[in-house]
């Protein structure tokens, strides 16, 4: 909009807003609140702001829903995924990107289909049932890593950047090609790899769809899993549940908060690319 | 043109043989891209292609059973065998999903990245961190913060309902076979609007702010440059915002599944295929091999929905040029 907006409009766009941002943050005050009230409390007074806060909530929240095993779980599997996904990804941009191999093109078109083909969700099912990897964390994590055609393009796009004659110090000096890409040119593009890292580890933390399907025993849960099972069991406990919920969506506010710049970069990028 | 390729192809093809073989030796960057690729033909490329040929089977999610090639069985039990309401009812609530999700997401997308883009808003790096928000929160937590909020007779909703709008007994929404699938749409609008609003910032942000300039020296309103600048100069991004949007709510059932399992009138055709895979879906902490459902049929549903995202995305880019070229 230009510089000369006339006043009522400036209040209107004002109102517009606040008023979504009320929508937006109601939910989350709520949970908040919610999470910090005694359930006697909670019943009595659903809406009201907490007086003495039961920092407790998250406590007896932890151990019920039995996170102090899924978060581990949840810790590996989002470590494990997100650092093949990254190393993957990179692995195969970054000869793309220099046309070190032949047929890059075709390759390039290869991961383009990716975005377009119908879901594999079935035969992926029967492939992990047929190998005797349901229920385990291995067939899970296989599951849940991916070269997809977003990071592959995104990096591509970075690589391009980092000047040639890099690659020929490297090999000069006698450097290996693994440890160039590990030690040079995925450090070299640090914002791509945080984006891209960023995204990857937010959808492993979050799946629950995938841990719906391929994880039945507890001991393999990961926390998204874990929360969503104990608000079933504990549906009309609202305090718990929201400390529960709170716990789960700790670290992803964390990562929020400090990496905002480069989730918001990434999803721009790859929505422009894609 | 076709002389000049042909003059230089050979060069280039020298040069590409000759550069790789200097600089790194090609079998050791070939193995260092074989995982990922191993990895994408086996769990990206394969089970995608699989799915078609396994809409001919009745093969089933549990192991150990035998399964055969049927034919177009599948199809003809979707189509032609299935209860006709049902059919009508399931394909009528997958269009409106996707219609009601795409037309509102982007509508409030595009006015709150104008506002949120315009220069004399103050907090405006705030505003579009707190509408991003959801889209990090993931399906199970916003789907919990839903339930929370719609929850009977202790929720902010019903209360409201009760207190302030007076109504008598109103309705457990999440459980309404009538208010359930809106409720559904709104959370699938609540948590991607910001993930289109950002887009449709991006686009914004590339607009030449000299063009406002000028034009307001011309004396044209707000509405004016809205509509004869910002619009056309962001087209592709609303064209892609439509696209995804309607790929994804065609697609997207995680929010169905952690909401209301598909109960209450709000399964899609992709919460449909889910349920038929690999059961009711949610809460059943027995899981799926135990339900053990019936993976044909449901590949053979989720042919149908790839079919008809297909059809849907290439009308809506049809259109989009259109309007793009009659503007």
């Given at each position: 909009m230009g510089k000369n907006v006339s006043p009522p409009i400036k209040v209107l766009c004002y109102i517009l807003i606040v008023f979504f941002l009320f929508i937006y943050l109601f939910p989350l005050f709520y949970i908040v609140n919610t999470s910090l009230k005694s359930s006697q409390d909670y019943l009595l007074y659903?809406?009201?702001?907490?007086?003495?806060?039961?920092?407790s909530n998250f406590v007896t929240a932890w151990k019920k829903a039995n996170f102090g095993t899924y978060v581990w779980n949840s810790v590996l599997y989002t470590l494990v995924c997100t650092l093949a996904s990254l190393f993957m990804s990179a692995a195969i941009a970054f000869p793309i990107s220099r046309k070190y191999v032949p047929a890059s093109r075709f390759l390039h078109f290869l991961f383009l289909c990716g975005l377009f083909l119908p879901s594999g969700m079935i035969p992926t099912f029967q492939l992990i049932l047929g190998s005797g990897l349901y229920n385990t964390k291995i067939g899970y994590m296989l599951v849940m890593t991916g070269v997809n055609a977003t990071s592959v393009f995104f990096f591509t796009g970075y690589f391009r950047d980092i000047p040639k004659d890099l690659d020929e110090a490297a090999t000069i000096d006698g450097c290996g090609y693994l440890r160039y890409l590990v030690q040079m040119v995925i450090p070299l593009s640090k914002p791509a790899i945080i984006s891209m890292g960023m995204l990857t580890m937010i959808g492993v933390w979050n799946d629950i769809v995938s841990s719906t399907i391929y994880l039945t025993s507890e001991s393999n849960y990961n926390i998204t899993r874990g929360m969503f099972v104990f608000q079933g069991q504990y549906s009309n406990d609202w305090t718990l549940t929201a400390a529960a919920l709170l716990i789960v969506a700790a670290p992803l506010i964390l990562v929020y908060l400090f990496g905002q710049k480069y989730i918001i970069d990434g999803v721009m990028t790859s929505a422009v690319k894609g | 043109m076709n002389i000049q390729k042909t003059a230089a192809s050979p060069g280039r093809m020298l040069n590409q043989k000759k550069h790789p073989l200097r600089l790194f030796p090609l079998w050791i960057v070939l193995l260092c891209m074989l995982p990922g690729v191993l990895h994408y033909c086996i769990f990206r490329l394969y089970p995608s292609m699989m799915t078609a040929y396994y809409s001919f089977t009745d093969i089933s999610?549990?192991?150990g059973t035998t399964w055969k090639f049927i034919g177009l069985a599948n199809y003809k039990e979707f189509f032609i065998l299935q209860n006709p309401r049902d059919l009508k009812a399931a394909l009528l609530r997958t269009a409106a999903y996707a219609f009601f999700v795409t037309i509102i997401q982007n509508s409030i997308a595009l006015l709150l990245s104008v506002i949120v883009n315009s220069a004399f808003l103050k907090g405006r790096n705030f505003a579009r961190g707190v509408y991003f928000m959801p889209v990090i929160l993931g399906a199970a937590v916003v789907a919990t913060i839903w339930k929370a909020i719609f929850s009977t007779p202790t929720g902010p909703i019903y209360l409201f309902m009760q207190n302030v709008l007076h109504i008598a007994n109103p309705p457990a929404i999440l459980s309404s076979r009538v208010y359930a699938f809106p409720a559904v749409i709104a959370a699938q609008i609540w948590q991607n609007m910001g993930y289109s609003m950002v887009i449709f910032i991006a686009a914004l942000q590339g607009i030449d702010g000299t063009l406002y300039e000028s034009a307001s020296i011309d004396g044209a309103s707000n509405w004016k440059m809205f509509s004869k600048i910002t619009l056309p100069l962001i087209w592709s991004a609303i064209s892609i915002n439509t696209l995804l949007a309607i790929i994804g709510s065609l697609q997207s059932y995680e929010l169905i599944m952690t909401i209301t399992r598909g109960n209450f009138n709000t399964s899609t055709l992709g919460m449909m295929a889910f349920a038929t895979a690999f059961?009711?879906?949610?809460?059943?902490?027995?899981?799926a091999v135990v339900n053990g459902l019936r993976q044909g049929y449901a590949a053979a549903e989720s042919m149908v929905l790839f079919a008809g995202v297909l059809v849907v995305t290439i009308i809506s880019q049809i259109l989009m040029k259109r309007a793009e070229v009659e503007r």
């Open positions: 659903p809406t009201s702001l907490t007086t003495s806060p039961q920092f | 999610g549990v192991p059961g009711g879906g949610g809460g059943t902490a027995s899981g």
